[in-house]
């Protein structure tokens, strides 16, 4: 079974511009997490989603967005980029069901740099 | 979700037993424990997770006290790559996870 995939997994831009990042989860998987990694802030949830609606939303701003499709790939977009959105982003998948205590298998992340 | 709290770092002499602490006093009744690694800049990968009894799998045992206020995450036999960082986290229902700052396991040859 392939593992969860990103692309890109590396990433320049400019400080203003937008970018989006694509998650495909393990097939079968109907819910995809997103996570930010920075050296300062460490791992923090972005959001979730789960059959197409977010379903969890962490402490981000409005900047940070993100849609599942019907197939269950998912993207985030970050809009107007900072230098402080220099990151690791991960995205993560699990079978899904909210009560359900599955591990969650993290892709290898897209490196984000903002210049 | 509850907070935990690890050691920063923690060093293993490559062979012998690593076993990783964590603390979670505020951990509640339908709260499990999980356990992530994470080898340099690679995406976590799930170790182990229980709720209130001992677990094992083939990458590690899990032990939770009685009072479910701390946990120990076991290497039975540490190898130079299990040098990574061990996120210990507390998870209720829903599929977020709550990183704190995690442990950097050295394993030393």
């Known amino acids: 079974k392939a593992g969860v995939t990103q692309t890109p997994r590396y990433l320049i831009k400019t400080r203003g511009q937008q970018v989006t990042l694509s998650c495909s989860p393990i097939s079968g998987h109907r819910s995809v997490s997103w996570y930010q990694q920075t050296p300062g802030q460490g791992l923090q949830f972005l959001f979730e989603?789960?059959?197409?609606?977010?379903?969890n939303k962490g402490n981000f701003p409005g900047r940070f967005s993100g849609r599942q499709f019907s197939n269950s790939r998912s993207e985030m977009n970050v809009s107007t980029l900072e230098l402080g959105d220099s990151a690791l982003y991960l995205c993560?998948?699990?079978?899904?069901?909210?009560?359900?205590?599955?591990?969650?298998?993290f892709g290898p992340g897209t490196r984000l740099t903002v210049l | 979700d509850a907070k935990t709290t690890q050691p920063p770092s923690m060093d293993c002499a490559e062979g012998r037993a690593a076993n990783l602490p964590c603390n979670h006093s505020t951990i509640s009744g339908n709260e499990y424990v999980y356990w992530y690694r994470q080898i340099h800049s690679q995406g976590p990968q799930y170790i182990i997770h229980g709720l209130k009894n001992n677990e094992t799998n083939e990458m590690a045992s899990l032990i939770i006290t009685e009072d479910r206020k701390s946990s120990t995450l076991i290497l039975p036999h540490a190898t130079l790559r299990d040098t990574a960082v061990y996120y210990c986290i507390v998870r209720g229902a829903g599929n977020m996870l709550t990183f704190g700052g995690g442990t950097r396991l050295m394993v030393k040859p």
């Open positions: 993560a998948s699990s079978p899904g069901g909210r009560g359900d205590h599955n591990e969650q298998f």
């Open positions: 989603y789960f059959s197409e609606t977010q379903r």
